[in-house]
């Protein structure tokens, strides 16, 4: 049987392939991308374009922290005072160390990861630099030994594409 078009994203199984590619090594020639997948130079490259100007994705360079030196990563789960959250949220963007900030279910809750070079940094951050900006709550941390998939390897299931 068939599976049925999907008719809510403008994808295909060329997307998908091209994308995957790119998953894999965004630096990836449109040439070669091309003869991979046995179609014209500029058809890929046109299809790059559009995936872009949609919004599906972006190409950026993801660090390593690990290489810079900060080995220690924890995950923050905090409530914080609706009415000082734009505030605290100014705050919390401007601390280099946070590497994750969003939004939790209710507006009141942030979940934060953050990445250190030491536990003195660590420390300094929970008991130091948190306690410091009014409004904050934190309810659970935990440390995180290991990272086991991360955003920048997700990809959406192929039959979202066809």
Same mark, same amino acid.
């Given at each position: 049987m068939r599976k049925k078009k999907n008719r809510l994203l403008p994808f295909d199984e060329m997307d998908y392939s091209i994308i995957e590619l790119l998953k894999k090594d965004s630096r990836i020639p449109a040439i070669t991308i091309a003869k991979k997948l046995e179609v014209n130079q500029r058809t890929v490259r046109k299809r790059i374009e559009r995936l872009v100007e949609m919004g599906i994705g972006r190409f950026t360079l993801v660090l390593e922290p690990q290489i810079f030196g900060y080995g220690i990563?924890?995950?923050?789960?905090?409530?914080?005072?609706? *009415?000082? +959250?734009?505030?605290?949220?100014? $705050?919390?963007?401007?601390?280099?160390e946070i590497s994750y900030l969003?939004?939790?279910?209710?507006?009141? *809750?942030? +979940?934060?990861?953050?990445?250190? $070079?030491?536990?003195?940094?660590?420390?300094?951050?929970?008991r130091v630099t948190i306690p410091t900006i009014d409004g904050i709550n934190v309810t659970k941390y935990t440390l995180v030994p290991r990272i086991l998939f991360n955003i920048d390897q997700w990809m959406p299931q192929k039959d979202n594409f066809i």
């Open positions: 990563s924890i995950d923050i789960f905090m409530e914080i005072d609706e *009415e000082k +959250s734009d505030s605290i949220v100014g $705050k919390l963007l401007a601390i280099t969003a939004y939790g279910q209710e507006t009141h *809750e942030l +979940s934060v990861q953050a990445r250190f $070079k030491n536990n003195e940094e660590l420390y300094d951050f929970l």
